[in-house]
């Protein structure tokens, strides 16, 4: 049997993965603080039918070989880690990361996760929480009282409360970073959990050594560009094709033969 | 019996085994650092021929060799630290189970204990310190490391940071890359998981390649090459099995005719 319909089968596979990560960073384009993912192929092991550098007949040694391929496979996942767009909210819980880092969120097991998602609330007990209520580390209390809060570029929270002229301290907001963040687990929720790949989470202060700085009255949009998303479902949609048309030559060829 | 019906068909079945190779292209045109291969054939004169009474000129076709493309893929930014593509003669080492295996992809991560490794867990190999002997030199990236940067020579550093996970204002450097060229005649041949094993050791590349940081090297697929070749393919197999249906014809009628004469 023709050994290019599983090759070319497995081809299309891969451009089914490729168009279904395509279409979930399409769906989250609006998403605050979404990384696009890409998806990663290797080659399947070879079909070895003479190596290079083996004897002809006449005892020659030939210099190249017959090696015949077996189709793809994925081997993972990436999150693509570029900064995402900034638009400009005027809320000022807001708070956009310009540069690497992420907030640190934690979640009701006790796990922290990673977040770029800066659209923050204060809670019934006045906690800087996430949308979805979590809590940042480290904890940050606004008082009840607070007129106004400022969030400096590295990451110092201050609040001004009404009937005062002098704005107090309350806090910092830290970053943490990551050697490899693409090795960054999607927990979905805009969160992300560290993995052997990622590395361990280093912590500091915004502005820092390579860390990024906040941007109060921001936020960041997702770094999927729609353009980019489009050439690649347009490539996806032709590789399929070319893959598909790859078993139509190989159902054609097999119905000639055995005609 | 026409002798001619098996020339065809060895042009037929060379035609199956090139649709094999086309369609791994085509299957592989998003893998990273994949490289196209490309089929030659050669003409076969009959062994037969010197044992006695077969015609002269009986000769046949078969696969001869299958090369790879050695073209440079697509270049596409990809903003992460640890992708890496390779711009000129060169390739990384990265440590099998076997020896040493040698690769363009350049889409690493932090495997196990922190050492710098392929997506599917092999570690990334460090510039030895005798090229004529080299050893497995790992690059490990210790826990808590702040953000890393790759030099175009492969240098890898660090933000340093003190035991409270404070940076300190330094970097530190974790290792550089190995990276190795070929010449011709050392046997550089495909393993699968786009890793190339090959004969001897390979010279040192440090001078014809450089690194780019947040960049990934594409396969070098030609997609309307692939089309083209498919298209070939087809009509060929389409012309060898018409010739191969002919020769029948031949046989047919010359079985009937002479027959009937008899």
């Known amino acids: ?259 | 019996m026409s002798h001619g019906i098996w020339s065809a068909t060895s042009g037929a079945v060379a035609q199956e085994r090139t649709l094999d190779v086309v369609a791994n292209n085509v299957a592989n045109a998003n893998t990273t650092g994949y490289r196209a291969d490309r089929v030659a054939f050669r003409e076969f004169l009959s062994r037969a021929q010197a044992d006695g009474p077969a015609p002269e000129d009986l000769r046949y076709t078969a696969v001869d060799e299958v090369v790879f493309d050695e073209g440079t893929g697509i270049i596409k930014a990809t903003g992460n630290p640890l992708d890496l593509a390779l711009e000129g003669d060169g390739w990384f080492v990265v440590e099998g189970p076997d020896g040493f295996r040698y690769q363009r992809a350049g889409s690493f991560v932090v495997g196990e204990d922190g050492t710098l490794a392929t997506p599917d867990g092999l570690p990334v190999m460090g510039r030895p310190e005798d090229p004529q002997r080299p050893t497995a030199v790992r690059i490990r990236i210790p826990n808590g490391s702040g953000p890393l940067t790759v030099d175009g020579d492969g240098t890898l550093r660090a933000t340093v940071v003190d035991a409270n996970g404070v940076a300190t204002g330094g970097s530190q450097t974790l290792g550089q890359l190995r990276m190795v060229r070929f010449e011709e005649g050392d046997g550089l041949r495909k393993e699968g998981h786009t890793r190339f094993l090959a004969d001897g050791v390979p010279g040192e590349a440090y001078d014809t390649v450089s690194v780019r940081q947040g960049f990934l090297e594409g396969a070098n697929v030609n997609a309307i090459a692939g089309m083209h070749e498919l298209i070939t393919v087809s009509r060929s197999f389409e012309a060898f099995q018409k010739v191969i249906d002919s020769f029948q014809e031949l046989d047919q009628r010359t079985a009937r005719e002479v027959g009937s004469r008899g």
Request: net charge negative; aromatic share 4%; charged share 15%.
């Open chain 1, 1 to 259: 049997m023709f050994r290019a319909l599983s090759t070319a089968a497995t081809g299309m596979e891969a451009q089914q993965t490729r168009i279904d990560t395509t279409a979930n960073n399409m769906a989250n384009v609006n998403t605050t603080g979404f990384k696009r993912a890409r998806a990663e192929f290797q080659d399947l092991l070879y079909d070895t039918q003479r190596n290079p550098g083996g004897q002809n007949g006449q005892g020659a040694t030939l210099p190249t070989g017959i090696q015949i391929g077996q189709g793809t496979r994925l081997v993972g996942t990436m999150q693509m880690h570029q900064q995402g767009t900034l638009a400009q909210t005027g809320n000022p819980l807001d708070v956009a990361i310009e540069g690497r880092g992420f907030f640190q969120v934690s979640q009701p097991n006790g796990e922290t996760t990673f977040t770029r998602a800066g659209n923050l609330k204060v809670d019934d007990q006045g906690q800087l929480v996430t949308v979805d209520g979590l809590a940042l580390e480290p904890l940050i209390t606004i008082p009840p009282d607070a007129a106004s809060v400022t969030i400096t570029a590295d990451g110092i929270v201050s609040v001004t409360v009404a009937g005062d002229t002098q704005s107090q301290e309350v806090g910092q907001l830290l970053l943490a970073t990551f050697p490899n963040p693409a090795g960054l687990e999607a927990v979905g929720r805009s969160q992300f959990r560290p993995t052997t790949a990622s590395g361990i989470a280093l912590v500091g202060p915004p502005g820092q050594d390579g860390t990024g700085t906040l941007s109060q009255g921001f936020l960041e949009g997702s770094n999927v560009e729609v353009v980019n998303e489009m050439i690649d479902l347009i490539s996806s949609q032709r590789a399929y094709e070319v893959n598909q048309k790859v078993i139509e030559a190989a159902d054609e060829m097999m119905q000639r033969a055995t005609r």
